[in-house]
T-cell receptor, first 113, second 115 residues
Framework: AQTVTQSQPEMSVQEAETVTLSCTYD???????LFWYKQPPSRQMILVIR??????QNATENRFSVNFQKAAKSFSLKISDSQLGDAAMYFC??????????FGAGTILRVKS | EAGVTQFPSHSVIEKGQTVTLRCDPI?????LYWYRRVMGKEIKFLLH????????ESGMPNNRFLAERTGGTYSTLKVQPAELEDSGVYFC?????????????FGPGTRLTVT
């Protein structure tokens, strides 16, 4: 069964600094999607970035980028120039067959001013 | 374009009572999903509708949970009778179709507290 592991329950970063959130997953599939979702306090979850497994190039969305290591089954999220608005719960997710998402337990990111 | 909406935002009920959660997907989205997160653990899949049909209900915990999507528009998730372990946040998500890039849009969730 596919599993997603986020080993960091909580992380802190100083405003304007860079932080990396870790995610590992387990799968026997070769073609799949990985996602990072962000849920700010009391607000809905939004997609931050996606990665297609068949693409070797790491996805980038403005200040957000991923380090996708397919062989190691690792999918970390790097947030550059952290802003107060980045404070949220971050979920790593794997899309398995049937379009259901398998989520990690989440990482709370705190941004210090 | 309106996003995914869920009602109520918070519900507190006693054990044994019935609660019905509602989800309105983004207009035109055929795919609708229910997930839940209990006690700060992982968000787990409950079921998937394609239009009004249940595509996958493998995540439904037991027969106390009943999901419907009449007419292929909004969906309801009924818990009857509610148990303490049903407390958590219930998320609804929708997607336009089951094709790449497979993005699901989430609602704000309904926080269910069973006392």
């Amino acid at each position: 069964a596919q599993t997603v592991t986020q080993s960091q329950p909580e992380m802190s970063v100083q405003e304007a600094e860079t932080v990396t959130l870790s995610c590992t997953y387990d799968t026997s599939e070769s073609d799949y999607y990985l996602f990072w979702y962000k849920q700010p306090p009391s607000r809905q979850m939004i997609l931050v970035i996606r990665q297609e497994a068949y693409k070797q190039q790491n996805a980038t969305e403005n200040r957000f980028s991923v380090n996708f290591q397919k062989a190691a089954k690792s999918f970390s999220l790097k947030i550059s120039d952290s802003q107060l608005g980045d404070a949220a719960m971050y979920f790593c997710a794997y899309r398995r067959w049937g379009n259901k998402l398998v989520f990690g337990a989440g990482t709370i990111l705190r941004v210090k001013s | 374009e309106a996003g995914v909406t869920q009602f109520p935002s918070h519900s507190v009920i006693e054990k044994g009572q019935t609660v019905t959660l509602r989800c309105d997907p983004i207009s035109g989205h055929d795919n609708l999903y229910w997930y839940r997160r209990v006690m700060g653990k992982e968000i787990k899949f409950l079921l998937h509708f394609v239009k009004e049909s249940k595509q996958d209900e493998s995540g439904m915990p037991n027969n106390r949970f009943l999901a419907e999507r009449t007419g292929g528009t909004y969906s309801t998730l009924k818990v009857q009778p509610a148990e303490l372990e049903d407390s958590g946040v219930y998320f609804c998500a929708s997607s336009l179709r089951d094709t790449r890039p497979y993005e699901q849009y989430f609602g704000p969730g309904t926080r269910l507290t069973v006392t």
